[in-house]
């Protein structure tokens, strides 16, 4: 079981995800005594009674003025179990484009209702988004249980109609977690509850300790290598008058001397000599480690190209079809000149059509729109001026996502996924 777990929270306006997340810190005792203190005196200036935990993160001025969150806000906690980093995301309609953000690299989103009112649309929209991102693990946080009549009752009928949901869109079983809780009172946040006698589950801390997060959630390890050049270090000096170095990450895979290796796009072959870090040669460096390769040969190789193994090497891509989550306010027409960033290279790129855009509601496609409008998702096709090393999302999340961006001011227009994800969650005719 790893111990790292990278989470994220969604939900709708008011369902009580900074509540919730505060309480996460505060429960697992990850803030300071200074900092609840000042929580509890600005409860008490507004009128409450106990301490709002929800100012511990909507740290925005903004935010703690409207009581809602408006920016993606990471925060840090750990258990004697496991570590985490947490991604509280906003629940307005208008923000959606900051929940795909801070779930893009979620292993597992925490998924939050009112109680009171059950899967709504926003819910259904979210998690159309989740399963888009490919997001392995899903709880859903049934929040305010308290305030219903019949908390039995309801907590049934929410996952019912929840667990119908999240099969339509792809999920098994066993990947999604219900959980009755309270974040206001702490009931089942931490420990199990005894106002909660009809749930004979974990609690969400107890959860999220125990969940078995693959730590190849993003399939990092069920391919050959990827290694996206960062950067060509040539030092030049007396005592390395020689040297050449191809610094970066491994984006997937593993590599060790001796091992065979491609060069993309050009497609040249070599053997890798040794790998070089700050703390002297590695033996073996698998996805996420920051290396530098050294080859056996001499070969032209720049800034965003990449070293792949030979045995599964994608196909650099010119033309391609994406998924894309649009982020910017003008809208996006066929047609648009923009630069995509994919690993450590940015090219210029053209969209071509705009294929069809996908209702989170209905899970439905409508063919050939003219436009995506803010948090649209649609898929596009797309020509880039200088080919690109990537895998299918599906394949890979890490080397099958990027990001479309304004050439004249620099603003992330876009973010997209590479390949047609979107029929994956399409369970209607088109429209």
Known sequence: MSDLLRLATAG???DGKSTLVGRLLYDTKSVLADQIDAVTRASVDKGLATPDLSLLVDGLRAEREQGITIDVAYRYFATPTRSFVLADTPGHVQYTRNTVSGASTAQLVILLVDARKGVIEQTRRHAAVLALLGVPKLVLAVNKIDLVDDPAAVFAEISSEFNSLTSTLGWATEDVTEIPVSALHGDNIA???SNTPYYDGPSLIEHLESVPVDA??????????????QYVIRPRTADYPDYRGYAGQVAAGTVAPGDEVVVLPSGIRTTVERIDTA?????????????TLVLADDVDISRGDTIASPVDAPEPLADFDATVCWLAEKPLRPGARLLLKHGTRTTQAIVGTLVERFDEQKLVAAPSPETLELNDIGRISIRVAEPLVADDYGVNRHTGSFLLIDPAGGNTLAAGLVGDVLSAVEVGDKV
């Open 12 to 14: 709708s306006v008011d």
């Open 191 to 193: 420990s199990r509850s």
């Open 216 to 229: 190849d959630s993003a399939g990092r390890h069920s391919i050959g290598l990827r290694f996206p050049v």
């Open 279 to 291: 703390d002297g040669e590695l033996p073996l460096a698998q996805a996420g480690r920051s290396v």
